[in-house]
């Protein structure tokens, strides 16, 4: 019993210790890189919810609209398809040295477009951007609002996030990522979640969070559900980069795709890998809510939004697989173990529905 309540008691100390160490951020190369976006028309990061801030955007950097890096980013939206969190990879491949941004990190991890960018010539363009639109000046004239923000994030949304969840959900072993929750305030009502590897150091996992004001309210809003959900992303998406997973989601995964476009009016995942790592994102969050103890009408009330108007009816299915993993640890070490137990799942889904219906799913 002695030895029970010493490891309830340090696992609540590591807890806290572990949340206390993630200071909220706010990051220079998110907000370049999302405002270079933005100038150049990207819908994603133009959404305009930021109130004041928004409004000091437009008036700064409206007169570069022809800029070179500007034009740049036009073109290779429109040949390669960046956008979205491939922004926000970029950004996190960025430092500022003496002034001057550069990349750091992996270029082999700036992939899904921009493996055929130049991006010697894009940085060397961004760094024009940056000089020309008197960049940091901008930013500085902003900080203490950035830093008014991230201290209100923190203190009402931090305590609730416990990092070491997410290594012993996917891994099964102790944290040794290094988590980085950063608000952007360019990017409205989307968030993403990243991972970057520094040659020697530990895995860097990014929780890049949307700021919005709610119209109704006049007020920033949070939502500590946005935070567990990009936190899973740098677990989960990087399964599917495997051959062996493709493979055993390959004819399943268009199915799920068909599902989820015909039941929400517009939907940001045109392709069917998005949509599988998305479910198993979003049915995590469920997992993660119910294991930090929350209420379990909170968990339905979340299952059941993601079931009907997020489009993934099959969530139900998928929490109640994942809920037999975590039970199932001795026989599943990781969730890539657990993977062809997940393609199984979401197949009888697709079966039993076709079934139902009579009617294929294409």
Known sequence: MKKTILSIILAVVATVTATAQIKVEVSETVELMSILARTA???EYSMDLAGQYTKDTEAWFAPYKEHVAVVLAQDIRAKYGIGHERVMNMAI???IDNGKIVLIG???ELNN????????DFVKRLNKFYKDTRFHEFFEQHRQFYDDYTKMYEANVMPTFHPEWYSQFHYGTAPTDRFHVIINFTCGGNSYGLCSQLSGQPRDLFAIIGYWIDPALGRPRYDASVLFHEANHPFVNPLLDDDKNIKLMEKVGPKLLSLHQSSVEKTNY???RIVINESLVRA?????MQDAGYKMEQCLNVLGLEMVQKGFPWMFDLVGTLRYYTAHRDQYKTLNDFYPDIARCLEQYVNDLERKTGKTIN
């Open 106 to 108: 992996d270029r082999a």
């Open 284 to 288: 995590a969050v469920v997992l993660y």
């Open 113 to 120: 477009g921009w493996q055929n960018v130049d991006l010697d």
């Open 93 to 95: 491949h960025l430092g």
């Open 270 to 272: 045109p392709d069917w």
């Open 41 to 43: 028309g990207y819908q």
